[in-house]
């Protein structure tokens, strides 16, 4: 469900007189990602909720890293690897899960 914003309208004349037609001016796309930011919250100890937003967004881009075929230097090994056959096909069997990550 989609909820019209309306307060824009309010600048909108005056945004037209200075940067022309109103078709750049829609932040529908933008403003839906602030729920991404709530969700990433809920688990924040409310102190940095910066720094805590942060940390929840790379864990997420390294599982999209491993999960994708994408490499990491194991300094253990000292050498490249990547994850095994069971990580890279679990995006194959979980559609739903791959729509996820994007």
């Known amino acids: ?3 019209p914003k309306f307060h824009f309208l309010v600048h909108l004349p005056a ?3 200075h940067f022309g037609p109103a078709v750049i001016f829609s932040t529908e796309r933008y403003e839906s990602f602030n ?3 709530r969700l990433s919250c809920v688990y924040s100890n409310r102190q ?3 720094r805590d937003s942060c940390r ?3 864990h997420q881009d390294v599982v999209k890293h491993i999960v994708t075929g994408g490499y990491w230097y194991d300094n253990k090994a000292s050498k490249w690897v990547r ?3 069971q990580i890279l096909g679990y995006l194959d069997e979980h559609p ?3 729509r996820l990550l994007g």
């Open 1 to 3: 469900i989609s909820k």
């Open 15 to 17: 945004y037209i007189r």
């Open 35 to 37: 729920h991404v930011f």
């Open 48 to 50: 940095a909720p910066s």
């Open 56 to 58: 929840t967004f790379a």
């Open 83 to 85: 994850g095994g056959a």
């Open 96 to 98: 739903e899960q791959a």
